[in-house]
């Protein structure tokens, strides 16, 4: 991630970052009301200290079901405080206990009945609260905070995304060089993970080169959809519609078909791309077709609050997007919980490696 481009240039204040996983907390926000009727109970949790995997196994031992029959929207990151849905379909009018679910590491905040089942992706946003620790600059960080705020920040996938060291994008390539991936679940990870990561290099080209200037073919996106059109030529009107925010910038989802963007910008996304054929043809083969996603991201309801060398930072962010994008464009940090766990694994390998 450090390779790609910054919208405000490089950060050069210093910080620690989930110091404690109470500094990560992420909330998800449901884009629908359970309607109190049905054989899906959605359960609202909070957990610290858990990944939802290992939410999701106790939920199905507790519930004497199968693990297929528990679902939810998104995973959240185990280092972290979340509060987080989980479906869990219990047919019958069997209603479990939930509250026994309660612990030193899950919260049941909430249990509903609903009558369709939870699925991925299946969230309107998330909101967070995330507290910097050891903050070397404030002043520029607090700069930077008004600067975002106003234009927000490059809409980059976060490292979460490629797995440890990217190593989601290396078994991608392999996966399309002839390396057989039987698990289903593994190979749509390893083709985000790919795709993504051309999404990263196009808009950092972009950006890198023209900054949030608009081109000639730019292909734009109706705001709050994912309906997109061609602006072959940027007139009054158009310029007024992305000042109002009625329409942003896009860059490439990749896949099948012809490049949605045209002209000036359709040359910058091609030279960006001109070196990565494999992927690209890796992507159309395994089926997946041309989309787009915006160029931007935008945090809501954006506040802070300073403490001495502390700050801490509250915003919503739409489903798909990364906290952490937001979190580069302000400072060079430190993950305490990802050092840690990189030390760790240093010492296994050097203890594994003595005779």
């Not at 450090?2 to 110091?19: M, Q, W």
């Not at 060089?177 to 190979?187: F, L």
């Not at 073919?217 to 310029?239: H, I």
Request: proline share 3%; aromatic share 8%; hydrophobic share 40%.
């Amino acid at each position: 991630m450090s390779e790609l481009h910054y919208l405000y240039g490089k950060p050069s204040a210093k910080a620690d970052l989930r110091t404690h996983n109470s500094d990560f907390l992420v909330q998800e926000i449901l884009p629908f009301t359970p309607t109190g009727e049905g054989e899906h109970h959605l359960l609202h949790i909070r957990k610290d200290g858990l990944n939802t995997v290992e939410v999701a196994k106790m939920l199905s031992s507790f519930a004497h079901v199968h693990p297929k029959e528990v679902t939810y929207a998104g995973q959240k990151d185990k280092h972290a405080v979340t509060e987080q849905w989980f479906g869990v379909r219990i047919p019958g009018k069997e209603t479990p206990d939930w509250q026994q679910l309660n612990s030193e590491k899950i919260t049941l905040l909430s249990a509903s009945r609903h009558g369709k089942k939870l699925r991925i992706g299946a969230l309107a946003g998330n909101r967070f609260t995330l507290v910097l620790r050891n903050v070397s600059e404030v002043e520029d960080v607090v700069a930077r905070l008004e600067q975002i705020s106003l234009h927000g920040v490059p809409n980059y996938y976060g490292e979460q995304r490629f797995g440890h060291d990217g190593k989601n994008i290396i078994f991608g390539r392999q996966m399309f060089t002839g390396r057989k991936v039987k698990d289903r679940n593994k190979r749509s990870m390893y083709l985000s993970a790919v795709r993504s990561n051309l999404f990263n290099i196009v808009s950092s080209a972009r950006l890198a080169a023209h900054g949030a200037a608009t081109l000639n073919g730019d292909c734009v996106m109706l705001a709050g959809s994912k309906s997109y059109f061609t602006a072959t030529q940027w007139d009054d009107t158009l310029l007024e519609r992305l000042a109002q925010k009625d329409i942003q910038l896009s860059a490439p989802l990749w896949g099948r078909g012809a490049a949605l963007a045209q002209d000036d910008a359709a040359l910058v996304e091609s030279a960006a791309l001109a070196e990565l054929a494999i992927d690209r043809e890796g992507l159309e083969q395994a089926g997946l077709n041309q989309e787009r996603r915006t160029l931007l991201l935008e945090p809501q309801h954006l506040q802070y609050q300073v403490e001495e060398d502390t700050i801490t930072v509250k915003f919503a962010l739409p489903s798909g997007s990364y906290a952490t994008s937001v979190l580069r464009e302000l400072v060079d940090y430190q993950d305490v919980q990802e050092l840690a766990r990189k030390q760790m694994l240093a010492a296994q390998q050097e203890h594994n490696a003595k005779p």
